[in-house]
Every structure is written in C-alpha cells, then in structure tokens.
Nanobody, 126 residues
Framework: QVQLVESGGGSVQAGGSLRLSCVVAKYPYGSGLVAWFRQASGKEREGVAA????????YYTDSVKGRFTISKENGKNTMYLEMTSLKPEDTAMYYCAADYSVSTSMVFSRSAYRYWGQGTQVTVSS
C-alpha cells in the first residue's frame, strides 16, 4: 500500500516562508506524478504544484507561480514544497498526492490521484 506522509506545516506571518515535505513510501512505479493540493476551510481542494516522478517536469497553479517551488529527492523518496512570500490566502490544509498515470490535462484534478497523505496545516496571519 502506497503511503504518503506530510510534514512541515505551521503558522507564519505574511511574507514568511515554510517548507513542506512529503515522504512517499511503497510507491512501486517509476513514472507518474506527485503533487501538492490544498484545501481551505469551506472551499474545494485545489492543486498547487506537481512534479513528474521520472521527468522532474514541474507544474504550478497561477496563484503560486514565482512563490512556491516543488522539488524531489529521489534517494529519500521525498517531495518538497518550498513556499515563500506567503499570503493569508495560502492558509489551508496541504496534502500530497501521487499516481502513476496522470495526463497533463488532469495534473490539478483531484480525481486523477489515487494516493493521498493526511495533510499538514499551514496558517498565514496578516
């Protein structure tokens, strides 16, 4: 069973930075995508960033371009989300997700991912 465990969330002031980590265990596939989603209170879960497991190609939603960076460290089976210039609207529960078969048109579609972590809370105060 694929397991994803997030960490690194916390509370910061606007303009601050955080780095989230996601350890991906028992992922038997050499392809696919791993991604970060977030869900603010009362809102739909939305895709934030994704990275190809094999290609390393990155994808970002417009609202985080230039502020967030997704990366992976294959030797540690870990994915990161470096978040800078944080805004109150970035406040949400952040989830990592993975799947071995995601089309480029579905990168930020929740239904495209089979495997999910439990989430880590990020709170940005003004």
């Amino acid at each position: 069973q694929v397991q994803l465990v997030e960490s690194g969330g916390g509370s910061v002031q606007a303009g601050g930075s955080l780095r989230l980590s996601c350890v991906v265990a028992k992922y038997p596939y050499g392809s696919g995508l791993v991604a970060w989603f977030r869900q603010a209170s009362g809102k739909e879960r939305e895709g934030v960033a994704a990275i190809g497991v094999m290609s390393g190609r990155t994808y970002y939603t417009d609202s985080v371009k230039g502020r967030f960076t997704i990366s992976k460290e294959n030797g540690k089976n870990t994915m990161y989300l470096e978040m800078t210039s944080l805004k109150p609207e970035d406040t949400a529960m952040y989830y990592c997700a993975a799947d071995y078969s995601v089309s480029t048109s579905m990168v930020f579609s929740r239904s495209a991912y089979r495997y999910w972590g439990q989430g880590t809370q990020v709170t940005v105060s003004s």
